[in-house]
């Protein structure tokens, strides 16, 4: 089982920067390609950024492609996504997201249904 906390959200204008994270538990942390999805209000939960177990591989959303960089450390079991040049757009609750399922070293998916374990949320909100 595996635990997802994200944190580093909150209130901003545009053209600031927010650095996400999502600590993860459990000892099989390092075998997950994670990503990041968002949801805004009356619309449907859309990917954001992935990255493979191995971090070699990492894969955007084009909206934030350029401004969002997503990065793991596997030693601290934690997800970070650093968010530059914030639009009102781009405002949403972030969640984290793992596949738990048995992946090649290099697999990263868009999908949300590819993901089974996913964190609460933490809202984002860029004001213009």
């Known amino acids: 089982q595996v635990q997802l906390v994200e944190s580093g959200g909150g209130l901003v204008q545009a053209g600031a920067s927010l650095r996400l994270s999502c600590a993860a538990s459990g000892r099989t942390f390092t075998t997950y390609?994670?990503?990041?999805?968002?949801?805004a209000p009356g619309k449907?939960?859309?990917?954001?950024?992935?990255?493979?177990?191995?971090?070699?591989?990492t894969y955007?959303?084009?909206?934030?492609?350029?401004?969002?960089?997503?990065?793991?450390?596997?030693?601290?079991?934690?997800v970070y996504l650093q968010m530059n040049s914030l639009k009102p757009e781009?405002?949403?609750v972030y969640y984290c997201a793992?596949?738990?399922?048995?992946?090649?070293?290099?697999?990263?998916?868009?999908r949300v249904s590819t993901y089974d374990a996913w964190g609460q949320g933490t809202q984002v909100t860029v004001s213009s």
Do not use: C, H, L
């Open 98 to 110: 793992a596949d738990r399922q048995v992946r090649g070293p290099d697999y990263i998916s868009s």
């Open 90 to 92: 781009d405002t949403a």
């Open 60 to 78: 955007y959303a084009d909206s934030v492609k350029g401004r969002f960089t997503i990065s793991r450390d596997n030693a601290r079991n934690t």
């Open 33 to 39: 390609p994670m990503a990041w999805f968002r949801q």
């Open 44 to 57: 449907e939960r859309e990917f954001v950024a992935g990255i493979s177990r191995t971090t070699v591989i």
